[in-house]
């Protein structure tokens, strides 16, 4: 996934929840991560270099004690790897 195909995505996930903190699922080397979107490089004013095709997406762990972050590079995420999740 390139940072603009990710910043697209969770435009459309934000927009759907109504937050910049979405609850998302996220594919990645076999694996699903859970999470509310925490930080991610793909937004503009979090991009260190425009032209850079790298960046990461940073997921807070669900539930009442805090946990350690997820931290995922953004091109290492398929196509369709970011998904939104539901609270019910």
Known sequence: MTVDE????LLQI???QGTNSPLIRVDYGGTAYLGRLSRTDSDPDCR???D???GVLVLEG???APGPDTILQIASIPDDGIGEINEN
């Open 6 to 9: 990710c910043h697209e995505r």
């Open 14 to 16: 934000r927009q759907s």
């Open 48 to 50: 260190k270099r425009i």
């Open 52 to 54: 850079s095709p790298f």
């Open 62 to 64: 669900l539930g009442l």
